[in-house]
């Protein structure tokens, strides 16, 4: 099967800021992309579920990660965050600190589809993040009391957070990451259990977080969501990436029978 990539070379992250409509005057929050999967093979229990990867998150890029149930979404999502080790190849980041393993994890942040929470009120998961980063205070305060004006918040500030809806749970995770000023954010199916207009207020703050320059790589199975979303695609099928482009191509002709059968909502081929 032919696995179709991006062009050799790549943009520079002034280019692809610029091929993504992005505004040059925000602080570059970028320290460890591009991010190179070189060969990434995972193992588990005996099976060969990820087989030799081959790819390359470009800064500020919007990536999403498309296939069939159990293609390999979240285990590439994980891999490349670093909760799972490759069994061969290598996960390397290219940018200025991405020698760096401290830079590394603090320039990460990752949402799954059902966010862990902390026993606590909203306010204070969020002020929590920021106690862990040694930032206390006043600047603490008003930094949980900014990001909640952001993500809609303010008004379940005192709320237990387990008892929050799906989707404001959502919105707080997403809150969380936008404390952390990631580089990169990680999404796995940031929506999955949302209702439309829930999801359009998740999209809201993820774009929020993508123009304040944080490179964003998610999966989902709303094909709405990744048109509406992605710049680039990349396409997984039984472990293997079949398609790596722009999401503007992979929309209008998918080059494999997979893909196609795919994006027609059909069973795999
Ligand atoms: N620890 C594990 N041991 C054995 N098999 C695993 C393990 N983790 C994942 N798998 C298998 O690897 C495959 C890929 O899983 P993954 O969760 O990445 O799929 P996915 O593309 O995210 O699917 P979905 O769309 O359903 O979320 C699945 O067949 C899954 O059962
Ligand atoms: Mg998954």
Not at 20 to 27: C, E, F, L, S
Not at 161 to 167: N, T
Not at 176 to 192: G, M, N, Q, V, Y
């Amino acid at each position: 099967m032919a696995i179709i990539r991006f062009p050799g070379r790549m943009p520079s992250a002034h280019e692809t800021a610029e091929a993504a409509g992005i505004r040059q005057d925000k602080p570059d929050r970028n320290v460890i992309l591009p991010l190179s999967v070189d060969g990434v093979c995972y193992a588990a229990n005996g099976n060969l579920l990820i087989h030799d990867l081959n790819f390359r998150i470009l800064p500020r890029r919007r990536t999403a990660i498309l296939g069939f149930n159990g293609a390999g979404k979240s285990l590439t999502l994980r891999l490349c965050h670093g909760l799972i080790r490759p069994t061969a190849g290598r996960i390397r980041w290219e940018g200025p600190k991405g020698h760096d393993p401290k830079a590394v994890a603090l320039a990460q942040a990752m949402v799954f589809q059902k966010p862990v929470l902390l026993r606590r009120t909203v306010r204070e998961n969020l002020a929590y993040v920021l106690k862990s980063r040694g930032i206390r205070g006043a600047d603490m305060r008003a930094r949980v009391d900014r990001v909640m004006v952001r993500c809609q918040l303010e008004h379940l500030a005192d709320r237990p957070a387990r008892c929050l809806s799906g989707g404001e749970q959502q919105k707080l995770a997403l809150a969380r990451a936008w404390l952390l000023k990631p580089s990169i954010l990680f999404l796995d199916e940031p929506t999955a259990a949302l209702d439309p207009a829930a999801t359009l207020d998740v999209e809201r703050i993820i774009n929020s977080l993508h123009e304040a320059t944080t490179t964003i790589f998610f999966s989902t199975h709303d094909m709405a969501q990744a048109r509406r979303l992605a710049d680039d695609v990349l396409f997984i099928h039984h472990g293997q990436i079949l398609e790596a482009s722009t999401a503007d191509a992979f929309f209008a002709s998918p080059q494999t029978p997979e893909a196609r059968a795919f994006l027609a909502g059909e069973l795999a081929p």
